[in-house]
């Protein structure tokens, strides 16, 4: 292989990497949570689970305010199994935070 189809083909395999992952990060979603529908009456999901597994690599779920229990509520299985990476914020971000905490942004 010449070197200038080698170096075509690694411009092609970066612009390509480049732009599939610039157009899965547009497409990442909001996912919103609450367990009583009264905070948050449009929320998609009622316990934080069904909506991570509902999600994607890099969307994003917003957990209104509420008392979760997650798991069948024996001890030992209140918790979540997460194994994508996604973002997840707490109702309290929108109640004076601090503009400077990245968790809130």
């Not at 690694?10 to 547009?26: Q, V």
């Not at 991570?52 to 299985?77: K, M, P, Q, R």
Request: hydrophobic fraction near 40%; aromatic fraction near 6%; charged fraction near 15%.
């Amino acid at each position: 292989m010449s070197f200038r189809s080698a170096f075509r083909l690694s411009l092609f395999a970066t612009l390509f990497a480049i732009f599939g992952l610039s157009a899965h990060m547009a497409s990442a979603a909001t996912l919103r949570v609450d367990n009583d529908k009264q905070q948050c009456p449009g929320a998609g999901y009622t316990s934080i689970q069904a909506a991570v597994d509902a999600a994607v690599a890099l969307d994003t779920i917003v957990i209104c305010d509420g008392t979760y229990s997650e798991g069948s509520g024996a001890i030992g299985t209140n918790g979540l199994t997460i194994t994508k990476s996604l973002t997840i914020k707490g109702s309290g971000c929108r109640q004076g935070h601090d503009p400077a905490d990245r968790a809130c942004s």
